[in-house]
């Protein structure tokens, strides 16, 4: 069975058939674990700087929200029920419940208004509300943002309230602005409301010119183009036709191409030595005519008879002389016969030639001719067609800003025929103590948050990231744990890449003296994950190890430079048969081991006779103990498919901090897909600062020679 196999973190790869070994059939992704210390680690600077941030601006917001404020409210009732003018003197209602609220929320939206609450001031005493020194405008200003006017739900209630740091007066203020607005809306009686009504009839008359004009223009457009309808999904007509008119014109163009060809390769003028073709297929046409045959059948019968009866006579024989002559006449008469016959044949085929490529040329213009006016008609449907869906959207605009208009309408003249009333429902009272305050609540609010931002807004960061980081990010995803990971070369320092190259390469040849693998791909999730970089390194450490490797470059997608050395062909050589392995094999030296670069592709992006790297890849393996393949990009190429299949192992490449967990997801799933022998995976280019700390802490133990001592602050029998 096909297996996506691991073993613990200093584990090799497992081949297929081990009992042990989990299926890839099914790989889902696993719940993300979320490591708070981690992240913390990672994003110190950015939790240090959020928590700084909070506090800051937390500190003073504090400090003036904690200030103790006192609070006074008056309620006004504002009934559902209409005084109606009629002359049984009955009352009124509001057809619906929205047309109540929308007329609450009318009184709610008038109670401060600039000239009630100016009028409010100048009733009560100056000094609590007016500054010194500022105008009563200013004041009443201010009086109308400090005002908090709130309906009450499930009532008929609204709520007049007025906060301060000061209770005396307030409540005087509060029921001075009440009775203001009580006077103001009982006096006005809907002031202005015949004018209203006629500028909203007014602005719906142009709507609805509006409406007309736009259906006119989209009916017009309708018969223009031929369709009873305007819908999205409505398909061109005229497409079908331009893509029968493209083919056609494509086909036309080949066959034109093709005569053109046929008439260079028989035309003199055209193509120096096209006369000796000519002459060729004239002589081959020749050949096959029927009178010719005969004559030439005729005179070679004569040409028999003529050698028989001299036969024997002596040159000097009257006999033989003149049976010489009329041997002489006949074969001039046959090479006539012939080269008349070819000349024919060679004019009505170069005329025939010339007849097809002028046809082709004139069929091949034609149709460019009607393709390009398919188009324009195409492209005119179109825009008429998307103008008039335009038109379509804009008459259901118009349309709903009519009946919004017609709402507001009708909402009026209820108001006009049936005006409304409201009352004081509860005085303000003076405040005994402070509604809101505590300096010390707030203050402990804004040191909650900010630990709350400094511990979890990392985590959130880390949870929401989709890409792989770490070695364990992978094993959380997959289920089982990397072949082996490489840390950042920036980050590893040149001694520790060398030792993590080298136990790569003691895991490699591990598995191949266990289980006899020999064949290893090296395939990368996606482009630049620095497949090439492993293989020339781990060829060159298992050669260090006494290991005979060989690197072959099979990424005909990107050839890599480092594999190339002059004079060696290539794979690209030895897949066509063309030169043997050895031959192919550039020795190791200063730039890299045994290997065998990809060779010239010619622009090419995949493999040439790709079926035949089987056969090399075998041979490689019976004079190598271990052949590494560098194969394209597993979710790219189709060549790294094709190659995968054939190797003992495939080492899928994770480049971390590149790769999400959904492309990693598509690469397994590739690989399942192909039933591979075996798979592992390895996490190249890990940073330092990844959350689990793995990295940090590989490091710091290689290069201290001792692991990191533990924290004096963790008590060692809390946690061992």
């Not at 981690?38 to 400090?63: C, E, T």
């Not at 029968?244 to 120096?272: G, P």
């Not at 004079?567 to 094999?585: E, M």
């Amino acid at each position: 069975m096909p297996a996506l196999l691991s073993r613990p973190q200093e584990a090799v790869v497992v081949p297929s058939g081990a009992d042990h070994a989990p299926a890839i059939h099914g790989v889902t992704p696993r719940q993300q674990k979320i490591n708070i210390i981690g992240s913390l680690r990672k994003h110190l600077k950015l939790a240090l700087i959020g928590a700084f941030l909070i506090l800051v601006v937390g500190f003073p917001l504090a400090w003036k929200l904690g200030t103790p404020k006192y609070s006074a409210t008056a309620v006004v009732f504002v009934s559902p029920r209409f005084i109606a003018n009629l002359d049984d003197g009955s009352n009124q209602k509001f057809d619906s419940a929205t047309q109540y609220r929308e007329y609450v929320l009318q009184n709610v939206k008038t109670i401060n208004r600039f000239d009630i609450v100016l009028d409010a001031l100048k009733r009560t005493s100056p000094s609590f509300w007016v500054r010194p020194g500022e105008s009563f405008e200013r004041a009443a200003n201010r009086l109308q943002g400090a005002l908090v006017l709130e309906e009450v739900p499930d009532t008929y209630q609204i709520t007049i309230t007025l906060e301060s740091t000061k209770k005396a007066g307030l409540a005087e203020v509060v029921n001075s602005v009440t009775n203001s607005y009580l006077e103001k809306a009982k006096s006005e009686e809907f002031y202005g409301s015949d004018q209203r009504v006629k500028k909203l009839i007014d602005d719906q008359k142009r709507i609805q010119t509006e409406i007309n004009e736009k259906q006119a223009q989209r009916l017009a457009l309708a018969q223009t183009l031929g369709v009873s309808s305007f819908t999205d999904n409505y398909l061109n007509p005229y497409d079908r036709l331009l893509i029968t008119a493209k083919e056609a014109q494509s086909e036309a163009q080949t066959e034109a191409i093709q005569a053109e060809a046929q008439l260079s390769a028989v035309d003199e003028s055209q193509r120096s030595g096209a006369g000796d073709a000519l002459h060729a297929y004239a002589s081959a046409e020749a050949s096959k005519d029927p009178a010719l045959t005969t004559m030439m059948s005729d005179l070679n019968g004569r040409r028999a008879q003529l050698l028989a009866s001299s036969s024997g006579l002596s040159p000097e024989h009257p006999g033989r002389r003149a049976a010489d002559r009329e041997l002489a006449e006949i074969d001039k008469e046959r090479q006539s016969a012939y080269q008349k016959v070819v000349d024919s044949f060679s004019r009505m085929l170069l005329e025939q030639r010339r007849a097809d490529a002028f046809k082709a040329r004139q069929v091949a213009k034609e149709l460019t001719a009607e393709a390009m006016n398919q188009a324009s008609k195409a492209a005119e449907f179109t825009r008429g067609y998307q103008e008039g869906i335009q038109l379509g959207l804009d008459v259901d605009r118009a349309r709903k800003g009519y009946d919004t208009v017609q709402q507001r309408i009708d909402y009026f003249l209820i108001e006009k025929d049936a005006p409304g009333f409201v009352r004081l429902f509860s005085a303000a009272r003076t405040p005994d103590q402070a509604a809101k305050g505590g300096r010390k609540k707030f203050l402990g609010i804004i040191l909650t948050l900010a630990f709350l931002f400094a511990l979890l807004t990392p985590a959130g960061i880390d949870y929401l990231d989709p890409r792989l980081h770490s070695p364990g990010d992978v094993e959380d995803l997959l289920g089982f744990a990397p072949l082996s990971w490489l840390m950042d070369k920036e980050d590893a320092g040149s001694e520790f890449e060398h030792e993590q190259i080298l136990r790569l390469a003691n895991r490699i040849s591990q598995d191949q003296q266990n289980n006899g693998s020999r064949i290893f791909a090296f395939t990368s999730v996606k482009s630049g994950g620095g497949t090439s970089t492993i293989v020339m390194d781990a060829a060159r450490a298992l050669g260090s190890l006494g290991v005979a490797a060989l690197a072959v470059e099979a990424n005909a997608y990107r050839a890599d430079p480092r594999y190339r050395k002059p004079p060696s062909r290539g794979l690209t050589v030895l897949l066509t048969g063309n030169r043997s392995l050895h031959s192919a094999i550039i020795p190791a030296d200063d730039q890299g081991p045994d290997r065998i670069p990809v060779g010239d592709l010619a622009n090419e992006k995949n493999l040439p006779d790709i079926q035949n790297l089987t056969d090399v890849l075998r041979e490689a393996a019976a004079a190598y103990t271990v052949v590494l393949v560098d194969i394209p990009p597993i979710l790219v190429s189709v060549d790294a498919e094709f190659i995968a299949r054939y190797a003992d192992v495939v080492v899928l490449v994770v480049e971390s901090g590149s790769v999400t967990k959904a492309e990693l997801l598509r690469a397994t799933r590739s690989l399942e897909r192909i039933h591979i022998p075996a798979v592992s995976v390895l996490v190249n280019r890990v940073r330092r600062n990844e959350r689990t700390g793995l990295a940090r802490s590989a490091r710091c133990e290689f290069q201290l020679g001792a692991a990191k001592p533990r924290s004096r602050w963790i008590s060692p029998w809390t946690w061992g």
